[in-house]
């Protein structure tokens, strides 16, 4: 297999695993409140609402990780 295939297949392993890991974080927190219902919304939220939606940050990751890769077979001419 070539090098980009290898490369694509690390990234999104590394994706998946960081998309399960939030989950579960979620579904924990989820558990601990014994509730499906949002509480009262902290002030660091209220400042900065996009940085903590973990949706957002993932597309922001995905976002590096791709420009990562494409930057490098750019750099080497493929």
Not at 19 to 35: D, E, G, H, P, R
Request: hydrophobic content about 60%; charged content about 10%.
């Amino acid at each position: 297999m070539s090098l980009f295939v290898w490369s694509s297949i690390v990234v999104v392993v590394i994706l998946c695993a960081l998309a399960a890991y939030s989950t579960m974080v979620a579904a924990n927190q989820i558990q601990k409140s014994n509730s499906e219902l949002d509480t009262s919304v902290d002030p660091a939220i209220r400042r900065h609402p996009f940085l903590l939606n973990p949706i957002i940050m993932m597309y922001i990751v995905v976002g590096i990780f791709m420009t990562i890769v494409l930057f490098f077979y750019w750099a080497r001419g493929e």
